[in-house]
């Protein structure tokens, strides 16, 4: 069976990836995809019989023709895959103020279900800013989506 690696890695109960899908025309599909895993790559699928197959580009895709970019295979996926957009986010990046500067302290993934990430990713797009808030710099895989800093939770550490 195609998927089966697939359906192996992955707990439907606890995401909202596809488990499978029709095809509904004749036409041959293909999709590149950015996906922010632990680290950024592109994902190359090509349909074939009803199946995903699959490749990551870790470098992403070259407008050159004469360019090489190393693409290495992975496990297939369903066809209702070439739409999915996965999840509004992965982590949450804290700071704290010192002397009046908003400083990087670290960050955490989310822990949430879909339906609350989604609640809060629609709150949060209110807030969102185009420069970093930080003085220092964050790390972070994928492009970051700022917020406006406010005060959204007080977190004590243990000691």
Known sequence: MPLEEYKKKRRFDKTPEPTGGEITDNKLH???????????????????????K????????????????????????????KDFEGRPFRSI??????NGELKFVGHSGSGFQDKVMNEVMERLKLL???????????????????????????FKFPT
């Open 93 to 98: 990046v804290f700071g704290a103020y010192d």
């Open 54 to 81: 699959s490749w990551a580009v870790p470098k992403g895709p070259s407008l050159n023709p004469d360019e090489k970019r190393l693409a290495m295979i992975t496990e297939d996926h369903p066809y209702d895959y």
């Open 30 to 52: 293909f999709v590149v995809q950015k996906h922010a895993a632990s680290h950024l790559h592109y994902d190359f699928r090509l349909e074939l019989k009803g199946v995903l």
């Open 128 to 154: 969102e800013i185009k420069k970093k808030p930080f003085v220092d710099e964050v790390d972070h895989d994928t492009p970051p989506h700022w917020i406006e800093p406010k005060l959204v939770g007080i």
